[in-house]
């Protein structure tokens, strides 16, 4: 066992990073904090008919703008790289070599042509072909040739892949932290390919290695992992490397909103709502996934909701900072089933984190859409506006349609809200409005007294009518805060203006009706 935590993100850069792949980030980075362990970042990239140009960068970016830390990686190096596997490839034919020489791997000539015909072969039966120990006695490899026929055909440079021997008729237990013992057969496990000829091992035997060499501690990955699991605790032994073999914690999927099935990029877009962290230009396509940053989470509340989906405090606490987050986690309170998306639930925790930002950091995010309108407002302005309205938004994009009525006069007036409130004399009411405000000394109490008081409930008026009328007249329709609050916001002279100017536009033609 290794004593020093150290734990590793092993992405794949093969597009876009899913969030089930951030949360997998995510939990590894909890635990090393928590331990006081290493956090890596290692690029997993010996499929290069799956690169995809921008993925790498695009991963760093987006577990950096998460509060995603890393101690040792591909961005910021550290004693055991390269972390990048295509700068290791000259390391791993020296292990494909020792497993060929201990017996626990052997070469295959098979020819992409055969390996189809195969498996037409056993589709005519009903059967799946599958290269194991059923089937590797009758193909083109080096226990079925002579030992001089194998070396004639590696000496001549032919293609060949280096596959694992499985035995037969064994049990193989994983252990898994979340699950608990795990045990497959090696009779249903296929004879994975660990190495080509073109010098390039495959994810197994790459990954193996590099958690070997890099001492990893803990493998904490996701669910799909766990059939591949079997093989790389028997790669473990196959290497005499078992009494530092990590332990392995096999994550549960995210799932659809509806339970069934994996959580996929075509379900946000029918339910609209991101399944990457960032926004992603396919460069091949165009095609924009978009992402949580550019649809107005914030990192915190991703952090957060994304910790919540597979497992939980232990209470009914559901706000968790980062720091909250290191000190509560535990791999035994990871849930064994998959966990679902929940939409609804995740804004809910946008807002929530929307009310922590201070009113100037709620300003900062809404200057662009100001400036967008055409609107130069003070700054002290901005954030008194922000900081009485964002209780009312879960995405800063909310900012302008919420607010826009504190930084201009309404252009058009609410025809429902028109019919609704404003009655046969509405007018004279409006016109009252405007003296009261031009009489008394410009403050809340004592417009609330003029106003409400004296003049609504002393003269027996409808105060719901009245008061609306006056909304509809100074924002457009009837929403908002407080009217007596956003009067004092926006001054006496700019509520005089739009009252006047409701007067005119809606008032006579609708007093004479
Ligand atoms: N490269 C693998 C992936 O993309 C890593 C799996 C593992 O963590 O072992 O998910």
Redesign the pocket.
């Known amino acids: 066992m290794n004593d020093k935590v150290r734990v590793?993100?092993?992405?794949?850069p093969?597009g876009p990073l899913h969030i089930g792949?951030v949360r997998?980030a995510l939990y590894n980075y909890l635990f090393a904090r928590q331990n006081g362990g290493t956090m890596i970042l290692r690029i997993?990239d010996t499929d290069q008919t799956r690169f995809v140009p921008g993925a790498e960068q695009y991963i760093i970016e987006a577990l950096t703008w998460l509060g995603i830390e890393f101690d040792e990686g591909v961005h910021v190096g550290g004693p055991y790289g390269p972390y990048r596997q295509s700068d290791r490839k000259s390391m791993y034919r020296q292990y494909a070599e020792q497993l060929l020489r201990d017996g626990y791997a052997y070469y295959a000539f098979d020819r992409p042509e055969a390996l189809e015909s195969k498996r037409k072969e056993y589709e005519a039966q009903k059967k799946t072909f599958q290269y194991d120990c059923t089937s590797r006695g009758s193909m083109e490899n080096s226990l079925t040739l002579p030992a001089d026929e194998v070396q004639r055909r590696l000496d001549a440079g032919e293609p060949y892949v280096v596959r694992f021997k499985f035995p037969e008729n064994l049990d193989i237990t994983v252990h898994d932290l979340i699950r608990g013992d795990v045990t497959m057969s090696s009779n249903l496990l296929d004879d994975k390919v660990l190495f080509k000829s073109d010098g390039m091992p495959t994810?197994h035997l790459a990954?193996i290695v590099d958690d070997h060499t890099m001492a990893v501690s803990h493998?904490i990955?996701?669910e799909e992992?766990l059939p591949s699991a079997p093989l790389h605790v028997m790669l473990y032994k196959a290497f005499g490397w078992e009494s530092t073999m990590p332990q392995f914690a096999h994550l549960p999927l995210l799932l659809k909103p509806e339970g069934n099935g994996k959580l996929s990029k075509r379900d946000g877009d029918r339910l609209g709502f991101p399944v990457f962290p960032l926004d992603w230009h396919d460069p091949k396509t165009g095609e924009l996934s978009s992402g949580y940053r550019e649809q107005g989470y914030l990192p915190e509340a991703v952090v957060n909701i994304l910790a919540l989906l597979g497992w939980n405090p232990g209470t009914e606490q559901e706000i968790l900072s980062m720091d909250e987050l290191i000190k509560l986690f535990s791999i035994e309170h990871i849930s064994k089933s998959g966990a679902k998306f929940n939409v609804e639930k995740a804004k809910w925790f946008n807002h929530e984190y929307m009310q922590k930002l201070s009113d100037e950091a709620v300003a900062e995010m809404f200057q662009p859409q100001l400036k967008a309108h055409g609107i130069e407002a003070e700054h002290d302005y901005v954030v008194k506006v922000c900081g009485m309205m964002k209780e009312r938004i879960t995405f800063p994009s909310e900012l302008w349609d919420t607010c826009c009525y504190f930084f201009k006069a309404p252009d058009s007036y609410d025809p429902a809200a028109i019919k609704k409130r404003w009655k046969p004399g509405m007018t004279t009411h409006m016109a009252k409005v405007i003296e009261i405000l031009n009489t008394v000394p410009f403050e809340y109490d004592a417009i609330h007294k003029a106003l409400l008081d004296d003049y609504i409930v002393g003269n027996q008026l409808n105060m719901g009518q009245i008061m609306n009328s006056f909304r509809l007249a100074v924002v457009g329709k009837t929403v908002g805060p407080d009217m007596l609050t956003l009067v004092m916001t926006i001054g006496r002279d700019e509520t005089i203006s739009r009252v006047q100017r409701a007067i005119d536009t809606i008032g006579e033609m609708k007093d004479v009706q």
């Open positions: 590793r993100f092993a992405p794949s093969t792949g997998t997993e994810y990954n493998v990955r996701g992992w």
